[in-house]
């Protein structure tokens, strides 16, 4: 079997990959069939040299091709003794696959490319780059579908030239013609120095997905913390409406048994007067009966000798006149139940607009009014530390990261891509996302405090803040300030302190700036629309100048 495997292999034509059918064998010894070579050959009539696809030998004049009968003899002997094998479905070339340039019919998947040939190979017509010492020099890369690029479309020449002038790859007669005289150099230096580019863009990248991760957990935090807060404060407000309605039933219930109660007792009196009162009636019926037969009495002795016992009345100790008592009680106990009620409607009324305010100042991602006392401000307090691996090499960061000063000497290494190189400045570390409020205590000739989102970039004119879109500061001199955003400077009126503060509430996009002393003055105030997370900055002019985020109690 394996004897026959080897036959086999020996016996496919390296064109189409199947057994010889009518096999040619060329003058350079390789065999394909009569039609894979005829075709490939017909494809190099333009070109008048007919090569081998197998060694790249060329043939001029084009070669008579004759049958090979013993080949064709040893391919009928194989076809009787097994099947021969196919490639395997997954070998031939799909639609997004790069196809063998050199196959015939059904294609193959491309291995490599050679960037010298300029075509495509797949693992069985690649063999002579591998076997062949004459393509040695040639340079295979992962399978493409753009050689062509690769092709000066003037001179139809392979570019190895780029032309810094130009900014653009050349071959080598372009740089002896229209780029004479230009900055070239070749492609493999030009690689070089963009490779290191590339590897710093790919540390800015990586930082900016870091930092947007550290972001994206905060948010996460925050939705953890505001479901929890959220969930505790429904709990417990259920629980305090709870008790205060079962307070309220509770005293409804007292007030209907009093109420009950009274009713019980002054229904009782009455009914004890009512008894008293019937039978009271009932002896002077009793009477009146008596005095009735008297007066019918005939005998003369008879009636003056009952008369003195039946006419004498007995006082009744019950009034014959009642005076029927109004009903108050029951209605000052519904005044006084009614009165209860209105008080507690006053209650609520008043304590909701407590409740409502209270509520929304614990959502941090709602906009607020902004606080009008220091100690207003005090209570959006954020604390704040610089990070050194944006801080300007000249910038020497103390106090746990909190103060800067200007010195003449590098403090730290130049190299990480988050570094400010061309001006004096520092950003904070970790980002700014609800309210809060910071105060900066500076001196020096000049000191800039600054809120930048994290896209602000590290170098060139555009990194010094105020001169880009990303970032807002107040420039702070000696005897006057001045607001910068996007190149463009405003000057700005307002007492002299040492002390500046600064508020930011992120949702509602507003960014004030005060000048702190014993009472606070509003500075400058940017009303506007935030779309990324934020950090603080601080940026200096002149050595010595100093700047330091203050401790808030």
């Known amino acids: 079997m394996a004897q026959r495997e080897i036959n086999q292999e020996k016996l496919c034509c390296s064109i189409c990959l199947d057994l010889l059918k009518d096999p040619v064998t060329i003058p350079c010894g390789h065999n394909y069939c009569m039609s894979c070579i005829k075709s490939h050959w017909d494809q190099d009539d333009q070109r008048r040299i007919h090569s081998c696809p197998q060694c790249r030998q060329d043939f001029i004049p084009r070669p008579v091709l004759v049958k090979n009968t013993m080949l064709a003899d040893l391919v009928e002997d194989l076809k009787k003794t097994g099947p021969q094998a196919a490639p395997a479905d997954h070998c031939y070339a799909g639609t997004d696959d790069v196809a063998c340039d050199v196959c015939t019919g059904r294609k193959l998947k491309a291995l490599k490319s050679c960037l010298q040939c300029q075509v495509s190979y797949c693992e069985q ?273 103390s106090e746990g990261n909190r103060k800067v000063t200007v010195t003449l000497e590098e403090q730290l290494d130049s190299s990480h891509p988050d570094r400010f190189t061309n001006w004096l400045q520092v950003l904070s570390r970790g980002c700014l996302m609800r309210r809060c409020y910071w105060e900066v205590e500076r001196s020096g000739l000049q000191v800039s405090v600054a809120v930048t989102d994290m896209d602000i970039s590290k170098t060139g004119v555009e990194s010094l803040f105020g001169n880009n879109e990303q970032s807002w500061t107040l420039a702070c001199f000696n005897k006057s300030y001045e607001f910068r955003h996007d190149g463009t400077s405003t000057v700005i009126s307002g007492p002299q302190s040492s002390r500046v503060g600064v508020y930011l509430d992120h949702s509602a996009g507003v960014l004030s700036f005060y000048s702190v002393a014993e009472t606070m003055t509003l500075l400058h105030r940017v009303q506007t629309t935030f779309t990324q997370p934020l950090f603080a900055g601080l940026g200096f002019v002149g050595s010595g100048s100093t700047a330091e985020l203050c401790e808030l109690k």
């Open 125 to 397: 017509h690649l063999q002579p780059h591998y076997e062949s010492s004459a393509f040695e020099k040639h340079k295979l890369v992962h399978p493409s579908k753009k050689l062509q690029e690769n092709i000066c479309s003037c001179h139809d020449e392979v570019m190895k030239i780029f032309c810094r002038t130009d900014q653009q790859c050349i071959c080598y007669l372009c740089s002896m013609d229209e780029h004479k005289g230009h900055d070239i150099v070749s492609a493999a230096a030009e690689r070089g120095e963009r490779q290191r580019d590339l590897k710093l863009n790919q540390q800015k990248i990586q930082q900016r997905i870091q930092d947007r991760e550290e972001v994206v957990k905060v948010l996460q935090q925050e939705v953890v913390a505001i479901n929890g807060s959220a969930d505790k404060a429904v709990r417990d407000s259920e629980k305090i409406f709870t008790e205060l309605i079962s307070l309220i039933e509770k005293k409804s219930s007292d007030a209907k048994q009093q109420i009950r109660s009274q009713q019980k007792t002054e229904v009782s009196q009455v009914k004890e007067l009512e008894e008293k009162l019937g039978k009271e009636i009932t002896e002077l019926r009793k009477k009146d009966d008596e005095l009735e037969q008297l007066s019918l009495t005939e005998d003369h002795i008879q009636f003056l000798h009952n008369y003195p016992s039946l006419s004498n009345l007995t006082d009744s100790s019950v009034s014959p006149k009642i005076n029927i008592r109004p009903l108050r009680y029951f209605e000052d106990v519904v005044a006084a139940v009614s009165e209860a009620r209105d008080k507690l409607q006053d209650i609520l009324r008043e304590e909701w607009t407590k409740i409502s305010r209270t509520v929304a100042d614990v959502d941090v991602l709602l906009p607020q009014a902004e606080p009008e006392t220091r100690a207003g401000f005090l209570k959006y307090s954020h604390e704040i530390t610089l990070d050194p691996n944006t801080a300007n090499t000249c910038l020497l960061l």
